[in-house]
């Protein structure tokens, strides 16, 4: 059997470990300019948040009032930061 760590060694990459104690973060609300390729910024973050909190409630589909507070709120966290991208150029 083949784990996929050696299966990314195998191909020249790293394998990161990522747990609550290590030095290793993600951080889910990162957005650069190259995020979307072209598509809406917020749309596309809103969607992966989305995405991210069916998964942490165990798969279960979000209803229609949680997807409108989450979009109401994504779009709200990144208008600033958004605009402010935009000033700095």
């Known amino acids: 059997m083949i784990f996929p760590s050696q299966l990314v060694k195998a ?12 030095a290793n973060h993600i951080n889910a609300m990162d957005m650069t300019k190259e995020y979307a390729d072209g598509a809406n910024l917020v749309i596309l973050k809103s969607e992966f948040i989305m995405s991210l909190c069916e998964q942490l409630i165990g798969g279960t589909n979000l209803g229609a009032k949680q997807k409108s507070i989450i979009d109401r709120c994504t779009a709200s966290v990144y208008r600033t930061h958004l605009s402010a991208e935009r000033l700095l150029g």
């Open 11 to 22: 191909m020249g990459s790293e394998v990161i470990h990522i747990f609550a104690t290590s």
